[in-house]
């Protein structure tokens, strides 16, 4: 039976940011395993359903959705990859409270990201 996860990440402790910043967050609805990592078979058959919200302190929210990108996961917003948001190694690393994911932007930039929630969102098996 499929599990679809809803999965907040909040920025981690950066230098600008010593205690992280729960306002720079991301909201996922991803399919994960038993051991919290991405259920690549669930997510090939239902692309659609995972999708990703950015939240930023005055930035309007961006939503798109989280695909994969040659061997890796990126965040999208529109058609192309000028707006793609890499993962580091989030083919092989696990999303459990906790756990810490780094970003890319597509500036260049990497952040390090913190698991601050994972909950079933109630829609598993659709």
Do not use: C, K
Not at 103 to 123: C, I, K, M, W
């Amino acid at each position: 039976m499929e599990q679809w996860n809803l999965v907040r990440l909040e920025l981690a402790r950066t230098a600008e940011f010593p205690r992280g910043s729960a306002s720079r967050a991301y909201m996922l609805r991803v399919p994960l395993d038993r051991d919290g990592l991405i259920d690549g078979a669930v997510l090939a058959r239902r692309p659609a359903l995972a999708t990703v919200r950015r939240f930023w302190p005055n930035e309007p929210d961006q939503t798109g959705h989280m695909i994969r990108s040659g061997n890796g996961w990126v965040f999208s917003y529109a058609v192309g990859e000028d707006d793609d948001e890499n993962l580091y190694h989030l083919e092989d690393h696990p999303l459990r409270i906790g756990d810490y994911v780094t970003l890319t932007e597509p500036d260049g930039s990497r952040f390090p990201f913190r698991v601050v929630q994972s909950r079933n969102d109630g829609a598993s098996g659709l």
